[in-house]
Each structure stands twice: as structure tokens, then as C-alpha cells.
């Protein structure tokens, strides 16, 4: 989870509700649960790592998304703009660690997201 901590500046503004201790902590189910599974468990830590990480934030992307669809139709584009702003940092995020690290595999980290879901 070093990754996030890589990456902070990413995740450490007044705009965000969560922090980086609190996105490393919602990984951690997460990482549980890929170690239970053999096919996960089989996969390179980092990546399982880097795929938890854009898993939570998805999750808190798609929470801010659905308290700005209960406001009603009439919420202005100042209101959305957390959600705009959380799928800028996943993506950010992904392509920041993918160019830091270019031995990791981002075929391999949607693989995993895709049985995240």
C-alpha cells in the first residue's frame, strides 16, 4: 500500500472525504479476499495492490455519484464536480503508478478489477 502513500499528493487535498489511511484501510478486505482466491492469489502482489486501490476509489466515485443523482435534477455542475473529480484521481492514479512502474501489468490489474466486482 506504499503505492498510495507514492502517490499522495494525488489523494491529500480538502476536496477528497477519504485519506489516504482511511483508502488504504478499505483495501485491506480486499486483499483478504484476493489471497483467498487461487486464481488471485497467483497474480503479482502490486498489481492486486494497484487494482484494490482503483476498486475503492471506483466505489467512492460511484457513492458521490449516487448522493448528487438523490439531490434531484436540479443540482448545478459545481455539486457533480466531486464525482468528475474522483474518476480524474482513479485514472490519475492508475496512469501515474503504470508509468512509474512500468514492469507492472495493466492487463493484469483489470483482470483483477474485473473480479473485484
Known sequence: MNLVYLEEDLF?????QLHPEELVNETLPLLHYSMSQYILS?????????AAICHVL??????????????????DEYEGAPVCLMQKRRDSFLDSVLERFPQLDAEEIYEILSAFK
Do not use: T
Not at 491529500?12 to 477528497?16: C, G, I, K, M, Y
Not at 471506483?58 to 443540482?75: C, K, M, R
Open 58 to 75: 471506483q466505489e467512492v466515485h460511484e457513492d458521490l455519484q449516487a448522493e448528487n443523482s438523490q439531490d434531484g435534477p436540479d443540482f
Open 12 to 16: 491529500n487535498s480538502d476536496d477528497l
Open 42 to 50: 497467483r497474480k503479482k502482489y502490486s498489481s492486486i495492490g494497484v
